[in-house]
């Protein structure tokens, strides 16, 4: 695959958009959080991403969305689980960026603007802040949950068993 680089404020100033797809098996930060069955990772698919800056009043903005899906492994069961990307967030590009004037705006975040911006990784990026930190399957659907039920049930059904027998006695 192709390095591909962006200027963060050139990009956002001069209104450009970027899209495209990246195979997960690329992706390499990502691989301690997937269920790889093997070690060929051809079946993990892709993910569709797209890049569009613009100038707001001024303000230079990257919308960055990435879509897809990836199996995640459920931290609870060490089972696969499917979990969708829909990321859409707004990144702005600042010059010497001080610390203390970061993420003054909650719904944009902002960037150093860099010259060269390994696209790859930014979109990895992007993904690797949206994964929950602990992924798991719903519990209704979990299978350590599910056997976890029915130990509670087969529990409860003896202890019934055991009051029927008590009662008996009596
Ligand atoms: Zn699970």
Do not use: W
């Amino acid at each position: 695959m192709l390095t591909q680089t962006l200027s963060a404020l050139a990009f956002a100033t001069s209104g450009q958009n970027l899209r495209g797809s990246i195979e997960v098996s690329a992706l390499h930060r990502l691989h301690d959080q997937l269920h790889l069955h093997d070690q060929s990772h051809d079946h993990v698919g892709s993910v569709a991403y797209s890049i569009t800056g613009s100038c707001i009043d001024g303000k230079p903005n990257l919308n960055v969305s990435v879509a897809g899906t990836l199996s995640l492994r459920c931290e609870r069961c060490l089972e696969p689980f499917a979990y969708t990307i829909a990321i859409s967030s707004n990144l702005a590009p600042v010059q010497d960026a001080l610390p203390d004037l970061m993420d003054e705006d909650d719904d944009v975040e902002s960037i150093p603007a860099e010259e060269n911006i390994d696209v790859i990784a930014f979109i990895e990026e992007e993904i690797l802040l949206s994964l929950p930190i602990s992924p798991r399957h719903e519990t209704n659907i979990c299978s350590a949950v599910a056997g976890a039920a029915v130990e509670r049930e087969q529990r409860l059904a003896g202890l019934g068993q055991l009051s029927a027998l008590i009662k008996k006695s009596k």
